[in-house]
């Protein structure tokens, strides 16, 4: 008798899947209830209503709930009701705080259905950064918890136009709803709410350059910047995972990111939402994730660099061949540079048949390109039995595009997704208006990395600065349409392959008295070295004559013990040999040690390199203690 999937039914004899794929309409598909988001999960609702959507856990502790695609759309359909009830039609900019959850999904797909749009902010960034977001968008609906409700009642001019607030749960702050009544509301037109404008299917007309939501970029290196995505970015970029990574019908995916939830939703495959808090990732406990990867029998994971190597620790550490994890098949990083030591680990510990990718993308473009794990670590077979063996260097890699990264060429990032065309221009500060290809670089050359195609996001909500300086156009012969180009604000190169390499951000660059240096380039140098966990290259000083230092914190991991200060004189004087050896680092002089490094609340990868090199300045500026300045006549000794 085989036995099933408590997730999706699949057998247990070690037959592949069916790998149905999702059917997603062609670029240029607009309209009706396929052309739409929210039309693709009514689709499989009516497909396969007894099989699970969500998966998601209850509380602290190892227990599970399950959705439906059927009680899903029957939710969806009950708020979508509700919301037109409330005043939120066609169009009705909406903030959206709920926590990852069943209802969350719920929310997101009836705001669809209805044609309003959700608004989507980090809230990581900070209640002050947060608020900035809110009053930029000039939200006209509020839905979220008690507590949020409230930061909305104090910052009355931030939320001056919100008309309709929702309030999770059954008691309301203030005037407003609760979704609780809602659930209950009659068809519009029947209370205080607008008119319906609705299909007779319940869903709102849609076209494929229709609005979809508004997701604010985490503003790391800059001002956060209000994306405007359309229906037609959306189902693009859902078409190029599903061709870059096989992604189908059959998956069961283990969710870190609620957007990639949506995806899953749309192609109608099983999502479970991982047992983690979204604010801290990189201290999510690795027994329940494995738990859960599991006890679901998990196809596809996307998750952050920081993730990944907790997990990859993790199955590291546990008894040999104790977690083959045998139905994962695709496992999926991004959002922040992956280090290659993560990918070669998750290599050695994960199946055979399982597929390690790396993607480059931003919140404007997803994906921009794609690479594998065995064009990253080259020889990946012969590495693996070696370190089985015990003779290979665990956690360090050899061979591949990682090889390269060690010698200073930047992170090889693949090659650009189907329908995504990437270009290389001269590195400009200012705007560039128009792109003019007989000036864009050939392979080889570093310059800004451009992105055009149907998953580029066309604008930025009401920002027409912000268009200005990250938009520009290309005209084309014939009278053709003329194409726009997001421009990344990242640095990289093609090469001969037709491969990106990633080479880092443009405002980061150290801009010395004698050359630009680039952060990735000089950062995969001194990453080879088994002593260094991460490093990251800072500019102290005035752009054009700024001094650069080298900030690394310690793999103490490495040798089971804290650096001292003699093991750490050695290892600056061996950073500096190997900085010697390469051209993108000759030259680098001043390391400094750092316990740990600033990163991005949402990926916990992205380095705050503008605050440590704040704190670089502080420390080299630092007076020395009376007793330890050197005397008149002498030389003081640094690192």
């Given at each position: 008798m085989r036995r099933t999937s408590p997730a999706t039914g699949r057998n247990d004899t070690g037959e592949e899947p069916s790998g149905q794929p999702a059917e997603l309409p062609g670029g240029h598909e607009t309209g009706g209830a396929t052309g739409s988001v929210p039309g693709w999960l009514e689709r499989n609702a009516r497909a396969f209503p007894d099989k699970p959507a969500v998966i998601h856990p209850l509380g602290r502790g190892s227990a599970y709930g399950t959705v439906t695609y059927g009680q899903l759309q029957a939710t969806v359909e009950q708020l979508a009701r509700g919301f037109e009830y409330a005043g939120i039609t066609r169009g009705t900019k909406t903030v959206l705080m709920a926590p990852p959850g069943p209802e969350l999904f719920a929310l997101v797909f009836a705001l669809f259905r209805?044609?309003?749009?959700?608004?989507?902010?980090?809230?990581?960034?900070?209640?002050?950064?947060?608020?900035?977001?809110?009053?930029?968008?000039?939200?006209?609906?509020?839905?979220?918890?008690?507590?949020?409700?409230?930061?909305?009642?104090?910052?009355?001019?931030?939320f001056a136009g919100v008309r309709v607030p929702i309030t999770l749960g059954r008691r309301r702050l203030g005037r407003g709803h609760t979704l609780a009544a809602l659930r209950a509301a009659p068809a519009a037109g029947r209370g205080t709410g607008a008119a319906s404008t609705s299909c007779p299917d319940g869903t709102a007309p849609t076209d494929g350059d229709?609005?979809?939501?508004?997701?604010?970029?985490?503003?790391?290196?800059?001002?956060?910047?209000?994306?405007?995505?359309?229906?037609?970015?959306?189902?693009?970029?859902?078409?190029?995972?599903?061709?870059?990574?096989?992604?189908?019908?059959?998956?069961?995916?283990?969710?870190?990111?609620?957007?990639?939830?949506?995806?899953?939703?749309?192609?109608?495959?099983?999502?479970?939402?991982?047992?983690?808090?979204?604010?801290?990732?990189?201290?999510?406990?690795?027994?329940?994730?494995?738990?859960?990867?599991?006890?679901?029998?998990?196809?596809?994971?996307?998750?952050?660099p920081a993730l990944l190597r907790n997990l990859a620790g993790h199955l590291t550490g546990a008894a040999r061949g104790r977690h083959p994890l045998p139905d994962l098949?695709?496992?999926?990083?991004?959002?922040?540079?992956?280090?290659?030591?993560?990918?070669?680990?998750?290599?050695?510990?994960?199946?055979?048949?399982?597929?390690?990718?790396?993607?480059?993308?931003?919140?404007?473009?997803?994906?921009?390109?794609?690479?594998?794990?065995?064009?990253?670590?080259?020889?990946?077979?012969?590495?693996?039995?070696?370190?089985?063996?015990?003779?290979?260097?665990?956690?360090?890699?050899?061979?591949?595009?990682?090889?390269?990264?060690?010698?200073?060429?930047?992170?090889?990032?693949?090659?650009?997704?189907?329908?995504?065309?990437?270009?290389?221009?001269?590195?400009?500060?200012?705007?560039?208006?128009?792109?003019?290809?007989?000036?864009?670089?050939?392979?080889?050359?570093?310059?800004?990395?451009?992105?055009?195609?149907?998953?580029?996001?066309?604008?930025?909500?009401?920002a027409p600065h912000c268009d200005a300086l990250h938009k520009a156009t290309e005209d084309r012969p014939g009278g053709e349409a003329p194409r726009l180009w997001h421009r990344t604000g990242d640095?990289?190169?093609?090469?001969?392959?037709?491969?990106?390499?990633?080479?880092?951000?443009?405002?980061?660059?150290?801009?010395?008295?004698?050359?630009?240096?680039?952060?990735?380039?000089?950062?995969?140098?001194?990453?080879?070295?088994?002593?260094?966990?991460?490093?990251?290259?800072?500019?102290?000083?005035?752009?054009?004559?700024?001094?650069?230092?080298?900030?690394?914190e310690v793999e103490t991991a490495a040798q089971g013990a804290a650096l001292d200060d003699s093991g750490w004189r050695r290892l600056v004087a061996e950073l500096r040999a190997m900085a010697d050896a390469h051209a993108a680092t000759t030259g680098l002089r001043e390391f400094?040690?750092?316990?740990?490094?600033?990163?991005?609340?949402?990926?916990?990868?992205?380095?705050?390199?503008?605050?440590?090199?704040r704190w670089a300045e502080r420390r080299q500026n630092r007076p020395a203690p009376l007793f330890s300045r050197p005397r008149p006549g002498t030389r003081g000794r640094t690192l």
């Open positions: 209805v044609g309003a749009v959700p608004v989507v902010v980090d809230p990581g960034m900070g209640v002050r950064r947060m608020l900035d977001c809110y009053r930029a968008v000039g939200a006209e609906a509020f839905i979220g918890p008690p507590l949020a409700q409230l930061v909305r009642v104090l910052g009355r001019r931030t229709d609005l979809l939501m508004i997701g604010f970029t985490t503003g790391s290196t800059g001002p956060a910047k209000g994306v405007e995505y359309t229906h037609r970015m959306a189902l693009s970029i859902a078409r190029q995972i599903e061709a870059v990574h096989g992604r189908t019908r059959d998956d069961v995916s283990l969710i870190t990111q609620p957007f990639y939830g949506v995806l899953d939703l749309v192609y109608g495959s099983t999502l479970v939402l991982a047992p983690l808090a979204p604010a801290r990732v990189a201290q999510a406990d690795p027994v329940l994730l494995v738990d859960a990867l599991e006890r679901f029998r998990v196809t596809t994971v996307f998750a952050s098949r695709c496992v999926v990083s991004g959002g922040a540079p992956v280090p290659d030591a993560v990918v070669a680990t998750l290599r050695r510990v994960l199946d055979e048949k399982a597929r390690i990718h790396v993607t480059y993308g931003a919140t404007e473009v997803l994906p921009i390109t794609s690479i594998e794990a065995a064009e990253i670590l080259g020889d990946r077979d012969r590495d693996r039995d070696r370190d089985r063996d015990g003779d290979g260097d665990s956690g360090r890699v050899r061979g591949g595009t990682a090889a390269r990264s060690a010698a200073g060429e930047g992170t090889c990032v693949g090659r650009p997704v189907p329908g995504t065309r990437v270009t290389i221009a001269p590195v400009t500060d200012g705007p560039l208006a128009r792109l003019d290809p007989a000036r864009t670089l050939p392979a080889g050359h570093i310059g800004e990395i451009l992105v055009q195609g149907d998953s580029v996001s066309g604008r930025y909500h009401n640095l990289g190169r093609l090469d001969d392959e037709g491969r990106l390499w990633f080479c880092g951000r443009a405002a980061q660059r150290v801009r010395t008295e004698f050359r630009d240096l680039h952060t990735v380039r000089c950062e995969g140098v001194f990453n080879a070295h088994p002593l260094v966990r991460r490093t990251a290259l800072v500019g102290i000083g005035r752009p054009g004559a700024q001094r650069p230092v080298v900030c690394v400094v040690r750092h316990p740990g490094f600033p990163v991005d609340i949402r990926h916990n990868a992205k380095i705050g390199r503008e605050e440590l090199a």
